[in-house]
Nanobody
Framework: EVQLVESGGGLVQAGGSLRLSCAAS????????IGWFRQAPGKQRELVAR???????NYADFAEGRFTLTKDNVRNTAYLQMNSLKPEDTAVYYC?????WGNGTLVTVYS
């Protein structure tokens, strides 16, 4: 059974940092692209960043230069380092591979 479990969300002041983790199981982690998405209240879910099996990354414009996505194929975990956080980054952040989703972790940024 494929499982994606996010952690690391929380409450942070604007300008601060958080590192989100996505622990994966039930599939060959090395072989799949892992994505982070987010959904703010009243808004559609949007892509934050993706990392391919070959470690290539791409970022949404709002994430470029502030967020860094990495993965550890030994620990089957993907990490989203988020720096210089802004109140508009407040959302539930979800991990994704293919058609599978985690339950999300809430990030709240206050000014």
């Amino acid at each position: 059974e494929v499982q994606l479990v996010e952690s690391g969300g929380g409450l942070v002041q604007a300008g601060g940092s958080l590192r989100l983790s996505c622990a994966a199981s039930g599939f060959t982690f090395d072989d799949y692209t892992i994505g982070w998405f987010r959904q703010a209240p009243g808004k559609q879910r949007e892509l934050v960043a993706r990392i391919s099996s070959g470690f290539s990354t791409n970022y949404a414009d709002f994430a470029e230069g502030r967020f860094t996505l990495t993965k550890d194929n030994v620990r089957n975990t993907a990490y989203l380092q988020m720096n210089s956080l802004k109140p508009e980054d407040t959302a539930v952040y979800y991990c994704n591979t293919v058609t599978y989703w985690g339950n999300g972790t809430l990030v709240t940024v206050y000014s």
